[in-house]
């Protein structure tokens, strides 16, 4: 799978939009960009995944560049409750034999008052 | 989104005992579940993937005699430290892909935070 880089860390305002970078050059045309985040001692949490196309659900919207080399995940009004890490994560479709989500070192994203 | 549980939450146990971790998908099927381990600070690492009915695939890295994995079911997985030491103490994660591939999404278990005396 390829190998994703982003942030170590950031800090974002309350109430604002918090846009989360992600840089993966080597991505192949069949993977996917996954977003997960965690909040302190819990277990993953799902956000959002695209291949190519731009989406939005109702946590977030994901912002694919054309040529799919970064991306950047966007909280559209942060609130103390998104303080965790988020993990940007390429991989096969989850439909594919050979997929499994890889996790990164992440960005500790901070949301302050 | 569906939900995976993990038993038990934490456990403390001593030197060379063994310890199980079960992982359940409660209004799913699961016929992929996977293992990680999480030291403090660090990220989440694969263990291994289990499938419903056959023997699980580690790691690179992971004995496969000390953290066995039983998959016996759609809805449970099981992940037991055999002869645990303190450098075992870890926050373990499961999660499960549903069987129908309907949403692209993999649901991730609580955790359970394993110390080893």
């Known amino acids: 799978d390829a190998k994703t880089t982003q942030p170590t860390s950031m800090d974002c305002a309350e109430g604002r939009a918090a846009n989360l970078p992600c840089n993966h050059s080597t991505i192949s045309g069949n993977e996917y960009v996954y977003w997960y985040r965690q909040i302190h001692s819990q277990g993953p949490q799902y956000i959002i995944h695209?291949?190519?196309n731009n989406e939005t659900n109702e946590m977030a919207s994901l912002i694919i560049t054309e040529d799919r080399k970064s991306s950047t995940l966007i909280l559209p009004h942060a609130t103390l409750r998104d303080t965790a890490v988020y993990y940007c994560?390429?991989?096969?479709?989850?439909?594919?034999?050979?997929?499994?989500?890889?996790f990164g070192a992440g960005t500790t994203v901070t949301v302050r008052a | 989104g569906a939900v995976v549980s993990q038993h038990p939450s934490w456990v403390i146990c001593k030197s060379g005992t063994s310890v199980k971790i079960e992982c359940r998908s409660l209004d799913f099927q699961a016929t992929t579940m996977f293992w990680y381990r999480q030291f403090p600070k660090q990220s989440l690492m694969l263990m291994a993937t289990?499938?419903?009915?056959?023997?699980?695939?580690?790691e690179q890295g992971v004995e496969k005699d000390k953290f066995l994995i039983n998959h016996a079911s759609l809805t449970l997985s099981t992940l037991t430290v055999t002869s645990a030491h303190p450098e075992d103490s870890s926050f373990y994660i499961c999660?499960?892909?549903?069987?129908?591939?309907?949403?692209?999404?993999?649901?991730f278990g609580p955790g359970t935070r394993l110390t080893v005396l």
């Open positions: 994560i390429v991989s096969r479709s989850l439909r594919s034999n050979d997929y499994k989500l890889s």
């Open positions: 999660s499960a892909r549903v069987a129908s591939g309907r949403n692209n999404e993999q649901f």
């Open positions: 289990s499938n419903e009915g056959s023997k699980a695939t580690y």
């Open positions: 695209g291949l190519k």
